[in-house]
């Protein structure tokens, strides 16, 4: 079962936040909001955030944007990941993807499933690597974010976790970028 280990010096991490919405401004955007609330409570720092509308070139060009910052090491994007015509979220994440982290996914499906049942099935949550960058895509619902959180990335995102978390690999996701 996975836990903190006390022992080792929390790391804080350096994240983006995206939300995707053709009609959200900062002053409405409450799944934004609860992103940049818990990352803070948590001892992150927030390095940036951003609206952009549904479109899949604009989300991908500032998920490439951000893949370039070395001041950033983690994306999570809200909305966008359903099955209308307009959600192009997981669309543009995959573009930019060298690596998809398939398990997010699923077991975002199971957190899901013990709160909103079948309903779960719409939801089209992602996670990848680019450019040693982590990218995560959620659900554009308060509540979709604060269960990918609370229950995944809050975990993940802490090098204290164990049996193994995603900080502790940080350093060794572009070591493909860096051979000769």
Same mark, same amino acid.
């Given at each position: 079962? *996975? ?7 929390? %790391?804080?991490?350096?994240?983006? @936040? &995206? %939300?995707? *919405?053709?009609?959200?401004? &900062? =002053?409405?955007?409450? *799944?934004?909001?609860?992103? @940049? ?6 001892? +992150? +720092? &927030? ?9 899949? !070139?604009?989300? =991908? ?5 951000? #893949? ?8 999570? *994007?809200?909305?966008? %990941?359903?099955? %209308? ?7 543009? +994440? ?7 982290? !398939? =398990? ?7 957190? $899901? ?7 779960? /099935?719409? $939801?089209? =949550? ?14 554009? $619902?308060?509540?979709? #974010? ?7 990335? /809050?975990?993940? &995102? ?5 049996? #193994? ?10 070591? +493909?970028?860096?051979?000769?």
């Amino acid at each position: 079962m *996975s836990r903190i280990d006390e022992t080792k010096e929390f %790391t804080p991490v350096r994240i983006a @936040v &995206l %939300t995707v *919405s053709d009609t959200r401004q &900062l =002053a409405d955007d409450k *799944s934004g909001q609860t992103l @940049v609330d818990r990352i803070a409570a948590a001892g +992150h +720092h &927030l390095i940036d955030r951003k609206i952009i509308a549904d479109e899949r !070139d604009q989300i =991908a060009a500032q998920l490439r944007a951000w #893949c370039a910052d070395d001041t950033v090491d983690v994306v999570i *994007s809200t909305g966008g %990941t359903g099955l %209308t015509g307009r959600d192009v979220t997981v669309e543009a +994440h995959r573009d930019v993807y060298e690596k998809e982290i !398939d =398990a997010f996914g699923t077991i975002f499906t199971i957190i $899901s499933m013990q709160k909103i049942g079948t309903s779960a /099935v719409q $939801s089209r =949550a992602t996670a990848g690597v680019a450019q040693g960058t982590y990218l995560f895509a959620l659900p554009g $619902s308060p509540g979709a #974010c604060k269960d990918g959180w609370d229950e995944i990335l /809050v975990k993940q &995102l802490d090098y204290r976790h164990r049996p #193994c978390n995603f900080v502790e690999i940080m350093p060794r996701l572009d070591e +493909h970028l860096r051979r000769k």
